[in-house]
């Protein structure tokens, strides 16, 4: 998925755990949900935080153990020591996940030890990742209006 679709989910999701997590800190808890869903694409030499990471990408295949559940958690942990706060970044990470599970690609959320894929039917850059994408815009003007 693109960029753009991946923040725009990932805000959403944010949003509504705001609402169940309750987070003392609701500006740091959505930078980090926005960043962890922005970071597994450190793996893809094209996307914007890859650029930035060139090496990463050379070291890594795209939608490999930077797309697993198991990074997720690594990182997770990392930010969890650095800032306190371990859901907002997990949840970011997954968001990404789950966004790319939808895509034909799809991904492994078991890699290394499993290569299965969680495949959907969105290509990316298409019409279908558009309306996707508006549907995300439409689910936070409604959550941003009605319950924060
Ligand atoms: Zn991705």
Request: charged share 10%; no cysteine.
């Amino acid at each position: 998925m693109l960029f753009r679709s991946h923040i725009a989910f990932s805000f959403l999701v944010g949003l509504i755990f705001i609402n169940i997590l309750n987070p003392s800190n609701q500006i740091l808890f959505i930078i980090l949900v926005l960043f962890g869903s922005a970071l597994p694409d450190i793996d893809q030499p094209k996307s914007k935080i890859g650029k930035k990471f060139k090496i990463i990408a050379f070291l890594f295949k795209h939608r490999g153990i930077f797309h697993s559940v198991f990074m997720a958690l690594i990182i997770s942990f990392g930010f969890y020591l650095f800032t306190g706060y371990f859901s907002a970044f997990l949840l970011g990470y997954l968001s990404h996940l789950i966004a790319d599970a939808l895509t034909v690609t799809g991904i492994a959320f078991l890699y290394p030890f499993s290569n299965k894929r969680v495949r959907g039917f969105i290509k990316t850059g298409s019409i279908m990742e558009n309306l996707v994408f508006l549907a995300f815009i439409i689910g936070i003007i409604y959550i941003l209006t009605y319950s924060l």
